[in-house]
């Protein structure tokens, strides 16, 4: 195996709970830092991204991080890995979907109960719903329309959220076929209430960020300071603006959280081992549901589960935002980490994040 990187224990990790993890990067021999620098900044400069935040983990290690361009253009502000706060956008799903399981593994919640067992306010629909459909996109939830995308409305509460969608007939029969709904983690964030008696942002805090040490990531509220928010950009004609502002308080759960490229490292090294969560549950969370008729949906609960375009198994999520742009992938088999962060609308990453596995995979054959 490759001698040249080193390890950071995991339990260095945990160890380093409340303190922010410093940036290494000689960990992977030159030849690949070279070849991942130049596949990033390749990237950037193709796809005007002020800033780009890459963190690469390897065997309960964090082997690559590190910043490129900008968080904050006009005041010239470097991105680093382990400040620089981005939209994760619908990586939020996957923090939400470890909340599910967590109380699922506390007996307070039944995965395949009817949302209104937990959220009575909900109204019964034409078919009936379970939390298992709507958490894997199978419960016929719509997804934002219009301007919705752009909202810049404050919603006080997760409840009050639920009135964007909550009227709104089902699209389908629940599990005939998959359609991705962020509004469907609204109505989970609602469900997390009422299983756990707790506001969402509290049960979140409380059993997912502080167990996982994820000290950077937190809700992206508009008012308060936080330390190390960027700004967040578009480009429009070719050229680089600010993008609008928008209030996500409307969608928690589903794409409103803020984080670092090393906390997502920290949160994806918890579901390496189990501990934080059981064996069991992170199986439900990454094995692909079924529609009735019997066909994959390549999506667990809040987890993307995938082949790469070079036959290697992966899981993970993708987002978008309003100047954000993200992907978490891990590649369970070959124990590596790939998070990738970007200050920009409609970025497209691509490929880009396997292509960064990729050259850890080479270098871990050697």
């Known amino acids: 195996m490759v001698q040249q990187i080193k390890i950071l224990s995991l339990f260095t990790w945990l160890m380093l709970f409340y303190q922010p993890v410093a940036v290494y990067t000689q960990t992977l021999p030159a030849a690949a830092q070279h070849k991942i620098d130049s596949l990033v900044e390749n990237f950037r400069q193709a796809r005007q991204v002020p800033g780009i935040s890459v963190s690469i983990a390897w065997r309960d290690s964090l082997v690559f991080s590190k910043g490129y361009g900008l968080a904050d253009v006009e005041q010239q502000v470097p991105v680093v890995p382990d400040r620089t706060r981005f939209r994760i956008a619908s990586i939020s799903k996957t923090l939400t979907a470890d909340a599910l399981m967590y109380l699922v593994e506390a007996g307070q919640l039944d995965l395949d109960a009817p949302v209104q067992q937990y959220v009575p306010a909900f109204p019964a629909k034409r078919w009936p719903v379970t939390v298992r459909q709507v958490a894997g996109h199978l419960g016929g939830i719509r997804h934002y329309r219009n301007q919705e995308f752009l ?40 469900v997390i209430e009422g299983a756990s008696g707790m506001p969402y942002l509290d049960y979140m805090r409380k059993t997912v960020l502080t167990p996982l040490g994820m000290r950077q990531t937190e809700a992206d509220e508009l008012l308060p300071i936080i330390p190390g928010r960027g700004r967040y950009y578009m480009v429009q004609d070719s050229l680089l ?36 969560l059981s064996a069991a549950s992170w199986q439900v969370l990454t094995t692909s549901q079924r529609t009735a008729d019997g066909q994959p949906t390549g999506y667990g609960i809040g987890w993307f589960t995938q082949t790469d375009s070079r036959g290697y198994h992966w899981v993970g999520h993708s987002g978008g935002a309003i100047g954000g742009t993200s992907k978490l992938v891990i590649y369970p088999d070959k124990e590596i980490v790939i998070v990738v962060l970007a200050n920009l609308t409609s970025a497209r990453l691509g490929e880009l994040p396997h292509q960064l596995a990729w050259v850890v995979i080479e270098q871990a054959s050697h």
């Open 151 to 190: 909202l810049n409305k404050h919603y006080n509460s997760v409840g009050e959220s639920l009135d964007i969608f909550k009227d709104d007939s089902l699209l389908f029969e629940p599990g005939t076929r998959f359609s991705y709904s962020s509004y469907g983690y609204n109505l989970l964030s609602a």
């Open 241 to 276: 603006l600010n993008a609008p502002n928008v209030d996500n308080s409307y969608k928690w759960a589903g794409g409103g959280y803020l984080s670092t490229s090393e906390d997502l490292i920290r949160f994806a090294l918890g579901h390496l081992r189990p501990g934080y």
